[in-house]
C-alpha cells in the first residue's frame, strides 16, 4: 500500500476521552450483533487497518462531524440531515456497476465487502463554502470496487449516483435540485490510491447524515464531489454531468480540485475555517489540492486548473 510524505501514524493523533469511550460501546454492541442490522458485518466497522494516512491533524469530534452536514436530499440547513437522515433504510443496499466494463452487475454490499480490507485513514475533508474538518474514515480504495467490474480500455471517466427515494429523503420531493444526485471523476483520478469508498467513521458504522451505507471520499477536491450514499456507478468514454454543474457550472467546475489561488465567484478560497469548539474555531489558510499535491498534481499536468474550478 503506498505510504506518502503527508502521512501520520495514527498513534499520534490522540482521540477525546468521549470518542474512546464510544468504541467501548459500540463494540459491546458488535458483541450483540447490532451492527448487522445496519447492513454491515459487526466487525467492519471496528477491526479496520489503521494506516499511516494523515499529516499531524487533530481530528474534528465525532459529534461536530455528524451533525454539521451537507446532504440536500435531507435539507439544506447543516444540521438537517442529522434530524432526518434516521428515516433511511441503508439494508439491505446494492451497487449497480455497469458501462465501460466486462463484468457488470448489481453487487450486494456485504458481497463488495467481503472482497476488501477494511482500512481507516485520517483525511482532510474541505468544502467549498470555506470550512474544513479532519475525519477518519473506514472504508477501501476505489480502484479495489472498480477492478471488480473489469473495466474496458476505453473508460476514461467514472459516474455516480446516489439513491433516489422521496419517501425516506424528503429533501428529494423539492423541485429545485436536479435529482438523484451525480458526481464523476476522471478515470484516473479514480483509481488513484487515494480516492477512497467510506463504509464507515470514527471506527463506527457510516451514520446515515454522512452518507450510508457507502460514499466517496476524494480528499484533494472540495467537498462536493465526495458523493454520499451511492446506488449506482457507471463507466464512461465521456465525461459525465454532476448535479452542482448542472445547476451552475460558472460556479461549480467537474474538477473542482481545492485551490487557494481560485477563489469561488462569490467568496474567497484562500482560507478556511476549522469545524471544532463552537463549530468555527479557528482559521486557516487553505492549501493547493487541500495538502495532497505532492502525490495528485501530476495528473493535471498540463492543464490550466484556473480554468477548471
Not at 196 to 215: H, I, K, S
Amino acid at each position: 500500500m503506498a505510504r506518502y510524505k503527508s502521512d501520520l501514524k495514527y498513534s499520534s493523533v490522540t482521540p477525546k476521552a468521549d470518542f474512546m469511550n464510544r468504541r467501548q460501546l459500540m463494540a459491546g454492541a458488535a458483541g450483540l450483533g447490532l451492527a448487522a442490522g445496519l447492513g454491515m458485518p459487526a466487525a467492519a466497522k471496528l477491526n479496520a487497518t489503521k494506516t499511516d494516512y494523515g499529516a499531524g491533524l487533530e481530528l474534528t469530534s465525532y459529534e461536530d462531524a455528524t451533525t454539521y452536514n451537507n446532504f440536500y436530499e435531507f435539507g439544506t440547513g447543516k444540521g438537517d440531515p442529522a434530524k432526518y437522515a434516521k428515516a433511511l433504510t441503508t439494508d439491505p443496499w446494492s451497487v449497480e456497476i455497469g458501462g465501460l466494463v466486462n463484468k457488470p452487475g448489481t453487487y450486494a454490499l456485504e458481497d463488495i465487502l467481503k472482497d476488501m480490507t477494511l482500512e481507516e485513514r485520517i483525511y482532510r475533508f474541505r468544502c467549498v463554502e470555506a470550512w474544513a474538518m479532519v475525519v477518519p474514515w473506514v472504508g477501501f480504495q476505489l480502484s479495489d470496487l472498480i477492478a471488480k467490474a473489469d473495466p474496458q480500455g476505453n473508460a476514461k471517466y467514472v459516474a455516480f449516483e446516489t439513491l433516489l427515494r422521496p419517501k425516506e429523503m424528503h429533501g428529494q420531493s423539492s423541485g429545485s435540485f436536479p435529482w438523484p444526485y451525480v458526481e464523476g471523476l476522471r478515470m484516473d483520478e479514480a483509481m488513484h490510491p487515494l480516492s477512497f469508498m467510506a463504509t464507515g467513521m470514527y471506527d463506527e458504522v457510516l451514520p446515515n447524515q454522512n452518507g450510508a451505507p457507502l460514499r466517496l471520499v476524494v480528499p484533494w477536491k472540495y467537498g462536493f464531489k465526495s458523493i454520499k450514499s451511492i446506488v449506482k456507478i457507471t463507466l464512461t468514454e465521456k465525461e459525465p454531468p454532476t448535479t452542482w454543474n448542472r445547476i451552475n457550472a460558472r460556479e461549480y467546475g467537474f474538477y473542482s480540485n481545492v485551490n487557494p489561488e481560485v477563489n469561488h465567484p462569490r467568496w474567497s478560497q484562500a482560507s478556511h475555517r476549522i469545524i471544532g469548539s463552537g463549530l468555527f474555531a479557528k482559521k486557516e489558510p487553505t492549501l493547493k489540492f487541500n495538502g495532497y499535491g505532492e502525490e495528485v498534481a501530476s495528473l493535471y499536468d498540463g492543464m490550466d486548473l484556473s480554468k477548471f474550478y
